[in-house]
């Protein structure tokens, strides 16, 4: 593991922490150069209550390219839409220790546009 990684992934765990902390429910966001992911876990962390991600086969069909901002949002609205579905209104966002800049920045933008509070 290269030392860029291994510094996100200490900024991520900051982060888990606090989340811990306040005991509240978190939206987790992944990105890799060609797809972006999202999930919202329980607020004990051990359970996935609504995923998201660029990889599944109905939004594929609408977008040319998981990795952009235009996948964010869509990912973004689709992630929201899923979390109401289960009856989560309030959540924390949990970065994962990326910038929060460009499409983890649109993720967060549209998901809180689609309803979610955070």
Request: glycine content about 8%.
């Amino acid at each position: 593991m290269n030392a860029k990684n291994q510094a996100r992934l200490r900024r991520a765990r900051k982060t888990r922490a606090k989340i811990a902390e306040l005991k509240s429910m978190r939206l987790s966001v992944h990105r890799t150069n060609s797809h972006i992911y999202a999930q919202v876990f329980s607020s004990c962390g051990s359970k996935v209550l609504a995923s998201a991600s660029s990889l599944e086969p109905e939004v594929r069909k609408d977008l040319t390219n998981g990795g952009n901002i235009g996948a964010a949002s869509v990912i973004g609205k689709l992630i929201a839409e899923r979390a109401k579905k289960a009856g989560i209104e309030q959540v924390a966002f949990d970065r994962g220790g990326f910038q929060y800049h460009g499409r983890v920045k649109a993720l967060a933008e549209a998901a809180r546009e689609a309803g979610l509070k955070f």
